[in-house]
């Protein structure tokens, strides 16, 4: 089944804890990107890659770090997660062109205390 | 630099009544615009897409948009609503030569009362 898996699905953890969020892909998705979705700020995009080694910042990146080491993959790393990190994230990978559509994982709950 | 808005954070409707979610954008070059939904606890999913072409787009389960570029505006309908339709929908543009960005709207939550 073609799917974006996201791991895990629910974390509390305290401040300063690093911390990584997992994400993988199985359709061979040149682009992935993680978003942040927040109650009246809808999604946002936290970092993006193009392709394996390609990464680039998104709108809110601060305080995120991802790396992109084999196409499949594309975790998000938390160095020193704080409380304005409480928020849902979602993985999502596309194939090609941004006229297609993007797949989204089913989202990890996070809570910095 | 693009944007979206979405101007109705809550439409509550009854069931088989119509709706229309609303969707503006700003862009000084041409875009796509996408409609995508969240059912509850899940991660979102394509409902349609206007690339070019017709400005009247539909999906599989009913729903409708229609790009008016003049009103730069890519309303959602759906003429009788079920209560399954009960969602947060999120209306989202890219630029057309730019892969990069996918941007969302703040998202209209749509609650069908029975």
């Known amino acids: 089944e073609a799917q974006v898996t996201q791991n895990p699905r629910y974390l509390i953890t305290v401040t300063g804890k690093k911390l990584t969020v997992t994400c993988s892909q199985n359709?061979?998705?040149?682009?992935m990107s993680w978003y942040r979705q927040d109650p009246g700020l809808g999604l946002r995009q936290i970092y993006y890659s193009m392709n394996v080694e390609v990464t680039d910042k998104g709108d809110v990146p601060e305080g995120y770090k991802v790396s992109r080491k084999e196409k499949r993959n594309f975790p998000l790393i938390l160095e020193s997660p704080s409380p304005n990190q409480t928020s849902l994230y979602f993985c999502?990978?596309?194939?090609?062109?941004?006229?297609?559509?993007?797949?989204f994982g089913p989202g990890t709950r996070l809570t910095v205390l | 630099a693009q944007s979206v808005t979405q101007l109705d954070s809550q439409v509550p409707v009854f069931e088989e009544a119509p709706v229309e979610l609303r969707c503006n954008y700003s862009s000084s070059v041409s875009v796509y615009l996408f409609w995508y939904v969240q059912y509850p606890n899940q991660g979102l999913q394509l409902l349609l897409k206007?690339?070019?072409?017709?400005?009247l787009v539909e999906s599989i389960n009913g729903f409708e948009a229609e790009f008016n570029k003049s009103q730069t505006s890519f309303h959602l309908r759906k003429p009788s609503v079920h209560i399954s339709d009960t969602a947060e929908y999120f209306c989202a543009v890219s630029e057309a030569h730019n892969t990069d960005k996918l941007i969302f709207g703040t998202g209209t939550r749509l609650q069908v009362f029975p």
């Open positions: 999502a990978s596309r194939f090609g062109q941004s006229n297609n559509e993007q797949f």
């Open positions: 359709m061979n998705h040149e682009y």
């Open positions: 206007y690339l070019s072409g017709s400005t």
